[in-house]
Structure formats: structure tokens, C-alpha cells
């Protein structure tokens, strides 16, 4: 497995959530995560599915993005999972390389990598302009092993790549995380949005948490994947 990257799957679809909510992008869902969250929606990327992941190289993944350019208007890639940042240097690899096959063009391919936040990144590659991290740290009711706390998050602030924060509302205990996690980070970056695995779940939670988001001044985000494709995968 060395030098390369397990990858659970990879699918064309937009971004159902957060800032670039609705913009078309090229998922890479890599396997294995350092947590386990009870109400995760992506269990195949590190519960199961071991045996149907495949290992892929840099410069294989470097090859389909350029391609990906050439071929379709999509200008955003994003490395989810299970956890990204597991494979962290082959990642940075990855981006640096496109990065140099596209230079100096107006519209470069950007990268959003979602993570936990449990590994602040070191590599250069993930200081550039054209990287923005989705982090998503996990409350306590979601009983997956987190370490992260406001520290965690001031840590992230301190090391400077761009990123938002982006929490899933459960249970009323989890508000007292959210306000205390995101304590160093202007409201307008803290996204909120609901749990659910089905479209009935998500909007029957929405009405609640939008609520929440006013008296708060964070950003509701709907799960828009969720709401149009239901449970389905590879959407
Ligand atoms: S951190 Fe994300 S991928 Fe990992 S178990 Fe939690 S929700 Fe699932």
C-alpha cells in the first residue's frame, strides 16, 4: 500500500453542501477513517468495502484530474472519505502535481478536502489558494473517538490554511460544542446542518435547525445530495 492511495470510489456530481453548496465537482473517496461516527452516511468508506477499494498511485489520480479538465467543465475536486488527511502526503502530491501541469491559467482546478480536523495539515501543497479544507469535527453524542476541541480549532486558525467549519446537528447537546468549537472563527464560516440518511429525516430536522442558525448567526446548510438523491451512493 505504500505510496499509494486507497480509493473507495469516485463520481461526477455537485457539491450538496457548505459554501460551494451546488457546484459541479469530481469526488475521490478514499477508504479508511480515524473515527466512527454512530450516524456516519459513508459506513462503506471504512466499515466495509475494503475489499471493493482500489489502490491507486499519484501519478494515476494526477492523470484523471488533468483529463477531467480537458474533458468537462469541472473545476473543483473533492477528497472525502472516510478521512483524506490519513493519506495526507499522497494528497499533497497529488495537488502539487496539478498544480504544476496548470500553470498560470485564469481558472485553475481548486480542491475542497473534507475532514474531520483531527490532522492539521503540514504540506506546503495545502496552503495554496486553490485548497480549501470542509472541516467537520465530530460532537461527543456522535460517540466516534474525537479529540477536538477549541484548541483544535485555534491550532487551525494559528497554521493558516483556508477552511470552514461545518457540523452536523443531533442532539441539543451538541449546540455546546458547536459554539465552543467554533469559538475562534467568524459565524459566517460555521455551517450547520442536519442529521439524516434520507431525504424524510433531513427536511423533517431542517425547520429546527435553521432556527438554531438565525438565534446564532451561523449558516444553515441543507444537505442538498440528501434531499434530491435519498440514500443512494455515488451521489
Ligand atoms: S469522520 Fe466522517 S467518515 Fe469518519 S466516521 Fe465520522 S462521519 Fe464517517
Known sequence: MAGKIRITEKFK????????????????????????????????????????????????????????????????IVFTGGEP???KDKIAEVIGKVNDSLPGILIPMNFTIESNGEIIPENDEFFMSNVLFSLSPKAPSADAGSTFNVNTTQEWVERGPAFYLKFVLDKEE???????????????????MPEGL?????????DAV????????????????????????KK
Open 85 to 87: 488527511m490519513l493519506f
Open 13 to 76: 456530481t455537485i457539491q450538496g453542501e457548505g459554501p460551494l453548496l451546488g457546484r459541479p465537482s469530481y469526488f475521490i473517496r478514499v477508504w479508511g477513517c480515524n473515527l466512527h461516527c454512530s450516524w456516519c452516511d459513508s459506513k462503506h468508506s471504512w466499515e466495509f468495502g475494503m475489499k471493493e477499494a482500489k489502490l491507486e498511485t499519484v501519478d494515476s489520480l494526477v492523470e484523471d484530474i488533468l483529463r477531467l479538465y480537458d474533458e468537462t467543465n469541472i473545476r473543483n
Open 174 to 192: 451538541d449546540k455546546e460544542f458547536i459554539e465552543s468549537v467554533s469559538g475562534p472563527v467568524v459565524k459566517e464560516l460555521v455551517f450547520v
Open 210 to 233: 435553521v432556527e438554531y442558525c438565525i438565534s446564532k448567526g451561523f449558516t444553515f446548510t441543507p444537505r442538498e445530495h440528501i434531499n434530491i438523491w435519498n440514500d443512494e451512493k
Open 198 to 206: 434520507t431525504t424524510q429525516e433531513v427536511l423533517s430536522k431542517s
